[in-house]
């Protein structure tokens, strides 16, 4: 038996984003899988397979990672690997997983659906099919179409902790991604969220009683709420689907980036929802982790991650590890002195979502605020690291009291060093306590408005004062006749000029930025540093 693993992630509608230069970790993770278990398969980009679809023909079976905002992209590679191989059977996983029954009546084209974390499901249904008789409807969490009903085994399955650090993903990056060398490669180091906080939503579909079990009840209560409302922020589906935050063993990461580098990455994201929740689970093991805020961070745990990566680091002297997403409440002097020790450079987000903190508590299920987002970028600043801070707009009971303090919480960020602000538009997702409630623009469209054009102004400013004139190091992509550069220690975009040979894509350049906006940069080629 032979399988393909597509990585459709954040394909969209079917190109991938010319400004987009990530690997996501699930599709390696189900490769990884595969391989382990001593099956013949290779892990193929989404634009590989585009660019080839006979390669199809080789498979038994074709599966397909993919995000719920990529239907596009799924429906193009569901056409191509019919008409090239009629018989081949398609799987689909990946975040889209959680919409089985939509996308299994939308494409007749799907065999099965691993529905959430594929780990337990896929090695259920390696089995049966490796059996004389199998049984696929053994298998949990896999969902497929019987006559016409869609049939789902049982809910998703959680991962447990040990396996997560059992599994060992795919690597062969150089066979996967064309100018693989120029990816971020997110590593998972934690699945799952803290936060089962929940919004105390009182409307047509929930009515919560006001228990605060949620808040404070102990750990492995908080699972459950009475009124039904999902864990987390309102907006957010992490802790619905993926439950509480796991973390994986130090050495499993280890030897993940390791194969990686071997392999050709440079640029490695130890990605999860909150990187301080590494190791906080253990604190309160054999309780899940549903606080978000309490206990305070697992400061050896990390320094034991740091240490083990940065032996690996002085190995191999040109990685650059960065962490991605990370909660204001858990930053301390003991954190930012850690984060800044390893990570000193590199770019951290924060949510922030508004700067409104009871907003935030009550009506978004997150206890964190503008106070709190202050002193951390002022500790992360201090040490070394550049904040990146999410607001959003359009969310579900924003007043205009909510906007007005968003609004003046950029004008108190600006001061403080942050280098870049992200404003995210509401959009209901499914599973998420919002879920049922349509984005609010026009009751505060001047409001919104005001916002868009301060963060417009800001990130423009920014970049204006701290970025036009610098020269900075970038791994070149060349795509439709154009040069893109991903800055080595992350950073906008830089749309290069003045390349006249089109063969330096995956080589790493220093250029000069010479234009700005607020999104993007403008800079020109000086000379290749590497190839
Ligand atoms: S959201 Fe929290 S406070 Fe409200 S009913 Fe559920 S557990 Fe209780």
Redesign the pocket.
């Known amino acids: 038996m032979k399988f393909i693993v597509i990585d459709a992630l954040a394909r969209a509608s079917g190109e991938r984003y010319s400004t987009y230069d990530v690997v996501g970790a699930g599709p390696r993770i189900v490769a990884g899988i595969l391989y382990e278990k001593g099956f013949k398969v290779d892990l193929k980009a989404y634009e590989v397979v585009l660019g080839e679809p006979s390669i199809l023909k080789k498979y038994d079976y074709i599966l397909i990672s993919a995000m719920s905002q990529d239907k596009g992209a799924l429906k193009r590679i569901i056409k191509l690997a019919k008409k090239n191989n009629p018989r081949g059977k398609i799987i689909v996983g990946g975040p889209i997983s959680f919409e089985y029954e939509d996308i299994l009546r939308e494409h007749d084209g799907i065999d099965y659906i691993i529905v959430g974390e594929a780990e337990i499901p896929l090695t259920r249904f390696l089995e049966e099919i490796s059996s004389s008789n199998p049984r696929i409807e053994k298998v949990p969490s896999i969902a497929f179409r019987n006559g016409n009903d869609v049939i789902l085994t049982s809910p998703p399955v959680h991962t447990p902790r040990k396996i997560l650090s059992l599994i060992k993903p795919w690597f062969f990056i150089e066979n996967s991604y064309p100018n693989h060398k120029i990816y971020r490669y997110y590593v998972e180091v934690v699945r799952g969220c803290s936060n089962f906080?929940?919004?105390?939503?009182s409307d047509d579909k929930y009515k919560?009683?006001?228990?605060?079990?949620?808040?404070n009840a102990p750990l492995k209560h908080?699972l459950k709420?009475?009124?039904n409302?999902p864990p987390g922020c309102g907006f957010c589906s992490v802790p619905n689907l993926f439950g509480p935050a796991r973390t994986r063993s130090p050495n499993s990461i280890v030897e993940e980036i390791n194969d990686l580098v071997k392999h050709g990455a440079r640029r490695i994201v130890l990605s999860a929802p909150d990187f301080l929740d590494y190791g906080r689970d253990l604190l309160v093991s054999p309780n899940p982790l549903t606080d978000p805020c309490e206990p305070a961070p697992n400061i050896e745990y990390i320094q034991e991650l740091f240490e083990a990566i940065n032996d690996l680091r002085l190995k191999y002297n040109n990685v650059v590890i960065m962490i991605e997403n990370i909660k204001a409440c858990l930053v301390n002097e003991e954190v930012a002195k850690l984060l800044g020790k390893y990570l000193s450079g590199t770019t951290i987000h924060i949510g922030l979502e508004t700067g409104d903190y009871n907003y935030n508590l009550n009506v978004l299920?997150k206890p964190i605020g503008l106070k709190d987002v202050v002193k951390a970028v002022k500790l992360l600043r201090k040490n070394g690291l550049r904040p990146y801070i999410y607001l959003m707009y359009g969310l579900p009971y924003m007043s205009k009291k909510t906007y007005l303090k968003t609004i003046k919480s950029i004008n108190i960020l600006s001061r403080l060093g942050v280098e870049k602000i992200t404003l995210y538009k509401f959009t209901p997702l499914p599973h998420t306590a919002f879920e049922h409630i349509a984005p609010e623009i026009e009751k505060h469209k001047e409001l919104i408005n005001k916002l868009k054009y301060l963060v417009n102004k800001f990130n423009y400013n920014y970049k204006k004062k701290f970025l036009l004139g610098k020269r900075i190091i970038v791994f070149l992509l060349f795509s439709k006749g154009k040069y893109y550069g991903y800055p080595l220690y992350h950073g906008p975009t830089v749309f290069v000029k003045g390349i006249k040979s089109p063969h330096f894509s995956g080589c790493l350049a220093e250029v000069e930025i010479y234009d700005v906006a607020a999104r993007f940069v403008w800079g020109r080629f000086i000379r290749i540093v590497e190839c």
């Open positions: 906080y929940r919004p105390l939503l919560c009683i006001k228990c605060m079990v949620c808040r908080r709420c009475p009124a409302i299920g």
